[in-house]
């Protein structure tokens, strides 16, 4: 893992399934994650995604698959306990070298000439990196054209082995099984307008008034960040080298990492 020089050949922004897709195509780039999480787009948002089965995989998307069902994070019908994840993803990051850097701020990015110049701060402070291509898959920063919408997700324990779930609230909330018994997602859509407070509260006002089949229930854990929903294609750009490849625009980790292989690839 070397993230110490100040020019890698491709530097790609967010530690997404698509971000780390990508840096295995390439072993000459760099991850930037402003946060101390990866694949927080799946993972943190509790949005364990749809398709794992039917997802076409290169060997690396195969080995990455293989060790999620092995571990039994993942079953034979494709239901993932999806917080399972992360763990195995910061082994892989360490077991294999990957340069990453996380809790790193991208604070500009300037074309030069036909590179581009990434500023970054982080614990040492600001740095100044140059690249020959950005690719940016961080769904907060996606063209605002791609966005179809977003939801506040929470992780529910209904204390039931064997699960029937109730009637939905038709557009106000959809419920998904989790892997583990008795364990359910709750996806509650909000305006993509709504910050994080207002989209808090939206929540708790629904969660208070929730229907009376599901009052035996409890909030195990809100996802630390939204679950966004993304159209894929990338618009016309002006900008040779730089790409946007938000990862939230793919149905489950497996499709958004084996997206960033292609894009890695320059494909």
């Known amino acids: 893992m070397i993230t110490n020089r100040d020019y890698f050949p491709t530097v790609i922004l967010g530690a997404t399934f698509a971000g780390l897709g990508a840096a295995y195509a390439n072993e000459e780039s760099l991850v930037m994650e402003r946060t101390s999480f990866v694949g927080h787009e799946f993972i943190n948002s509790f949005h364990p995604g749809v398709g794992w089965h039917e997802t076409a995989l290169t060997e690396k998307g195969m080995k990455l698959k293989q060790e999620l069902m092995e571990r039994g994070v993942m079953s034979d019908e494709g239901s993932v306990h999806i917080p399972a994840v992360a763990p195995i993803l910061y082994n892989k990051i ?34 100044r990196i140059k690249t020959d291509r950005v690719i940016d898959t961080r769904p907060e920063m996606a063209p605002t054209e791609l966005l179809r919408s977003k939801s506040l997700n929470a992780l529910l324990n209904c204390g039931e082995e064997e699960l029937v779930l109730p009637e939905e609230i038709r557009g106000q909330a959809h419920l998904v099984k989790g892997k583990l018994k008795g364990e359910i997602i709750l996806k509650f859509p909000v305006d993509v307008k709504d910050d994080w407070f207002v989209s ?30 993304h159209d894929q294609g990338e618009p016309a750009s002006a ?5 946007s490849l938000p990862s939230s625009a793919y149905r489950n980790p497996l499709e958004a990492f084996e997206a960033g292989l292609a894009a890695g690839r320059g494909k």
């Open 239 to 243: 900008s040779p080298g730089r790409v």
């Open 94 to 127: 360490i077991q294999d070298s990957l340069s990453v850097l996380l809790q790193t701020e991208v604070t500009e990015i300037v074309s030069a000439g036909n590179s581009w110049e990434v500023t970054v701060y982080n614990n040492s402070g600001f740095r």
């Open 200 to 229: 808090r509260q939206k929540l708790h006002q629904f969660w208070v008034n929730r229907p009376e089949a599901w009052k035996a229930w409890t909030i195990s854990a809100i996802s630390g960040c939204f679950e966004w929903r």
